[in-house]
């Protein structure tokens, strides 16, 4: 699936590996969360990159302790609708301060890439057949915010300020 | 775009460019999420809370638009655009709501990206006002004017209007989510059946600070607005927002709609887990990114400096010739003006709960008279009140009397404020595509029965408030008299609750006894109002200080004796 990542398609250098199949060991892969859980022992003494993949019901708190295992996060939409993804990017940033990659993986439409990045994301995957347009767009249509974010490490002393585009 | 710069005292927030700026490019947004919708790359499922989040809603018979009013607050030029956007778009007319906002019932799809255009022309826009963000956060009326104020709330209110904005984190809750602040001694905002509802006060040393009440709503699960902290210093005043709705993000339901909203949260988590969860995040938060620094106040504060009062005597005795003059004029004055804090003036409200008319509405041409008026009489400036009343909050007294024949002659100048013939009305099965019954036919009969001003006036404060369906949009929880829209087999009944309050004594009714057909309906209205008048110990006896008094058994006797 394309991932976008700094409102272009980019590559992706992960692979998410389902439970129960084998996982590789030479090259970046992602597990689910539950079977971090389930097999955690298992993973001790691994060179590749490892990332985790976090349910929309799992909070960043479920993962905080191990954080320094992971380089990337993947936190998952079940439905666009379905806004927790935000606080957890935001909890894994300011309350844990884990600086690895966060990825929204799931149902995510562009027009909530803005604030994905604003919560802290780094990159998202995308739908096969997504148009790319729409999410570079996403980055630059509304340039002005009303409130501190992730992207920026102001305080509130300024209510309203530009974004920094693109 | 042209611009229509408001008048420049009145009490709104002043755009300046970075402002329009934000709205000229929503509404670019908006127009593409349109084309995108069309082209079919956004599914219907993925436009919904797009163009709910821009104040469209599909209704029963057309598309309803709602315009954000913020807090409430307007100047004359934004309603005349208002009044000039429903003669054109819409058939003459508007509807102010309960959330001090305005909706048009007859929009068409096609029109709103030209009518988002014509309010930006004003400093107007429809963003957030339905949609599971944060919405309009409402106010006092009397803000600015009231005698009893002790903090200005819309400072507050128009920090919160900034911060919940596109906020990146809360604009995908659970559910909606509304916040009401009230700074004054008497609660004319409605505060604990809000999610969050706001006291603002100050502390021994005169400064200013906020109870937090949370988790109050009506619906289907009615609760009172419970006290989380009893002060929070202005300096921490976003940064425990943020917690509140952190926590509320996190763990609120989303299985199930009709228990997603924050009351069911802080209900199934209980008070001290609720709060617990909260002071912790607050406790991370607190910190040089949340606070509100004192020069932002400052400045947002200067938007809402007091217009240019004349230093006037409290006396008039223009105004005490037209009172002993017009006995209908002096019972306008005693039933909708209210006191104000600078010598000499007053707050008038302009009732938009005609005898036999639609509560809340107003045709374009009243709104082009208010709007007159509010710049002959109130420095350019009006409020929408929680219950859709309209307010000019500065008027001389001297003017009283040439402002309330202005309205009379317009049929807003009738002296119910407060009165059984102030109703609150949702749009109910007339236009509402949730309703189970007729709210607005049900409202104009009550009023048609109770028309003679006098008779009110010897009521007295009684609120009735009318809900269509459970969904409780007309506020009939906290009506002194409540009544709901059910639906027993295609046929449309009224179920009665009494004893609802919606003051900071916050009560929700008790239901009285089976549900009635509309005809019953206002007969059994009357008879509670009969029962009432003679139970009452004397003439300053509430009706819900009567009803504490001696129970619901003599009113339900009267009401279903027969059965």
């Not at chain 1, 509130?156 to 530009?162: D, P, Y």
């Not at chain 2, 228990?259 to 199934?268: D, M, S």
């Not at chain 2, 005795?317 to 004029?329: G, I, M, Q, T, V």
């Not at chain 2, 609120?463 to 369906?469: F, N």
Request: glycine residues 8%; aromatic residues 8%.
């Amino acid at each position: 699936m394309p991932l976008i990542e700094n409102g272009r398609i980019g590559e992706d250098a992960w692979s998410f590996i389902p439970d129960g199949e084998p996982v590789p060991n030479d090259r970046p892969v992602i597990i689910s969360f539950e079977r971090w859980q389930a097999e955690r022992d298992s993973f001790d003494g691994r060179n590749a990159k490892l990332g985790v993949r976090l349910k929309s019901g799992t909070l960043a708190g479920a993962i905080a302790a191990d954080l320094d295992r992971f380089a990337l996060v993947a936190v998952e939409f079940a439905k666009f609708r379905d806004g927790r993804g935000f606080s957890t990017a935001r909890e894994l940033r300011e309350r844990y301060g884990y600086t690895g990659e966060i990825r929204a993986v799931g149902h995510v439409i562009p027009d909530q890439y803005l604030y994905l990045v604003r919560t802290g994301f780094s990159s998202v995957e995308a739908p096969e057949g997504t148009n790319p347009d729409s999410w570079a767009n996403a980055l630059t249509e509304v340039t002005i915010a009303f409130q501190p974010s992730l992207d920026d490490t102001a305080p509130l002393s300024l209510l309203r300020r530009k974004l920094k585009v693109g | 775009m042209n611009h229509i710069a408001p008048g420049a005292r009145a009490g709104i927030y002043h755009y300046d460019e970075i402002d329009r700026q934000f709205v000229a490019e929503r509404v670019e947004q908006f127009r593409k999420q349109v084309d995108r919708r069309l082209s079919g790359e956004l599914t219907e499922e993925e436009f919904k809370p797009i163009r709910l989040m821009n104040g469209l809603y599909l209704q029963l018979h057309a598309y309803m638009l709602r315009i954000a009013v913020p807090y409430g607050v307007m100047s004359a030029t934004q309603l005349r655009k208002l009044s000039a956007i429903g003669r054109r778009y819409d058939r003459g007319y508007g509807h102010f709501t309960t959330r001090q906002n305005l909706q048009y019932n007859w929009i068409k799809l096609e029109d709103t990206p030209a009518i988002l255009h014509e309010l930006a022309e004003v400093d107007m826009h429809a963003l957030q006002t339905s949609g599971n963000c944060v919405r309009n956060v409402t106010t006092d009326p009397f803000v600015g004017a009231a005698k009893d104020e002790v903090v200005d709330g819309r400072v507050y209110a128009e920090i919160l209007r900034q911060w919940t904005t596109m906020h990146p984190e809360f604009t995908y809750l659970p559910r909606k989510f509304k916040i009401a602040i009230s700074g004054a001694e008497s609660d004319r905002a409605a505060v604990r059946i809000h999610d969050v509802g706001l006291l603002a006060r100050r502390n021994d040393k005169g400064e200013p600070g906020f109870s937090f009440y949370v988790g109050g709503g009506l619906g289907r699960s009615p609760f009172v607005g419970k006290l989380v902290r009893e002060w929070v210093a202005q300096e921490d005043f976003v940064a425990y927002l943020e917690a509140i709705l952190r926590v509320y993000n996190q763990y609120g339901r989303r299985d199930n709609i009709y228990k997603a909203r924050i009351k069911i949260l802080v209900h199934e988590l209980g008070l001290e887990k609720f709060t617990q969860e909260v002071e912790e995040e607050f406790a991370r938060l607190r910190g040089p990114k949340y606070r509100l620094d004192p020069e932002i106040v400052e400045g947002v504060r200067q938007h809402f400096a007091p217009p240019p009062f004349e230093e006037l005597p409290d006396h008039s005795e223009a105004l005490e010739r037209a009172k002993a003059a017009d006995p209908a004029f002096a019972n306008w004055l005693a039933v909708n003006v209210a006191e104000h804090k600078a010598p000499g003036y007053a707050i008038a409200t302009i009732s938009l709960k005609p005898a036999g008319g639609i509560p809340g509405d107003a045709t374009c041409d009243q709104m082009d008279l208010v709007a007159d008026l509010a710049e002959r009489y109130s420095f350019g400036e009006l409020r929408v009140t929680h219950v859709q009343n309209l307010v000019l909050a500065h008027v001389k007294k001297d003017d009283l009397y040439d402002l309330w024949k202005r309205l009379d002659a317009a049929e807003l100048g009738s002296a119910n404020a407060g009165l059984i013939g102030d109703i609150i009305a949702c749009p109910g099965l007339d236009y509402c595509a949730l309703a189970n019954a007729r709210s607005i036919p049900l409202a104009q009969a009550i009023s048609a029965r109770f028309a003679d001003p006098l008779r009110q006036r010897t009521i007295g404060e009684l609120g009735i408030k009318i809900s269509g369906c459970i969904n409780a949009c007309g506020h009939h929880h906290v009506g002194a008299i409540g009544i709901l829209g059910v639906d027993k087999k295609g046929t449309e009944y009224y179920q009665i609750t009494v004893g609802g309050d919606p003051t900071l004594t916050t009560a929700i009714g008790d239901i009285l006894g089976p549900a009635v057909t509309e005809t019953e309906a206002v007969d059994a209205i009357e008879a509670i109002v009969d029962v009432y008048l003679a139970n009452r110990s004397d003439e300053s006896e509430r009706f819900i200080d009567t009803l504490k008094r001696v129970g619901h058994a003599p009113f339900k006797e009267r009401i279903y004796a027969a059965d």
